[in-house]
């Protein structure tokens, strides 16, 4: 089945700068939409960002301007690059892969901002 494994999570002062990874196996990025979602402690799940199969972006409006979304085909690999990060965006980040079951998910990678 599908396996996506998400890394580069970790604890970041305000203002800094992250990238994400979502590995994927059994799936090929670059023929399917991708998304990164993110739940932060005590909120709801939020869609943060989306690439589709021909490579349009979207992106969540607190995040807009600051994240960017983009694969390496090669590496069959979404990335979720973060900069001038802030508390607020303190959360589980995940990809996944939507459909209409609900989706595939992996096992989400933490981030923290510190003020």
């Known amino acids: 089945q599908v396996q996506l494994v998400e890394s580069g999570g970790g604890l970041v002062q305000a203002g800094g700068s992250l990238r994400l990874s979502c590995a994927a196996s059994?799936?090929?990025?670059?023929?399917?939409?991708m998304n990164w979602d993110r739940q932060g402690p005590g909120k709801q799940r939020e869609l943060v960002a989306t690439?589709?199969?021909?490579?349009?972006?979207n992106y969540g409006g607190s995040v807009k301007g600051r994240f960017t979304i983009f694969r390496d085909n090669a590496k069959n690999t979404v990335y979720l690059r973060m900069n001038s990060l802030k508390p607020d965006d303190t959360a589980v980040y995940y990809c996944?892969?939507?459909?209409?079951?609900?989706?595939?998910w992996g096992q989400g990678t933490q981030v923290t901002v510190s003020s």
């Open positions: 690439i589709s199969s021909g490579g349009s972006t």
């Open positions: 059994r799936i090929i990025v670059s023929g399917t939409t």
């Open positions: 996944n892969v939507p459909d209409s079951n609900g989706g595939v």
